[in-house]
């Protein structure tokens, strides 16, 4: 069964940091880009941040760049999203998604490439 979780939300101060994981099981996360994308209520979702499937490449919303970074782990079947100096208008859900390897790396930050989405986890920042 293909599967794509998000785990590592939560309710964190602002300026805090919290780490994002993103777990696949079923496919090879090594054979697709990965993407982190966040959709807060009320607003439109949000390219965050992609990987490509070798981690060469690297992309950043100009609204996280120098605050969250993006890794992976093929060796685990995992992907990263590490947001730090964390601001009130980063709550949101944040959705990991995996897009394969053969389509562009540059239509990974729309999001509506995708092959694979996961379900979401919450991050709340506020004191």
């Known amino acids: 069964q293909l599967q794509f979780v998000e785990s590592g939300g939560g309710l964190v101060q602002p300026g805090g940091s919290l780490r994002l994981s993103c777990a696949a099981s079923?496919?090879?996360?090594?054979?697709?880009?990965v993407g982190w994308f966040r959709q807060a209520p009320g607003k439109e979702r949000e390219g965050v941040s992609c990987i490509s499937n070798l981690a060469a490449a690297t992309h950043y919303a100009d609204s996280v760049k120098g605050r969250f970074r993006i890794s992976r782990d093929n060796a685990k079947n995992t992907a990263y999203l590490d947001l730090n100096s964390l601001k009130p208008e980063d709550t949101a859900t944040y959705y990991c998604a995996a897009m394969n390897k053969w389509k562009p790396f540059s239509t990974c930050v729309r999001g509506d490439n995708m092959n694979y989405w996961g379900k979401g986890t919450l991050v709340t920042v506020s004191s």
């Open positions: 079923g496919f090879s996360l090594g054979d697709y880009i």
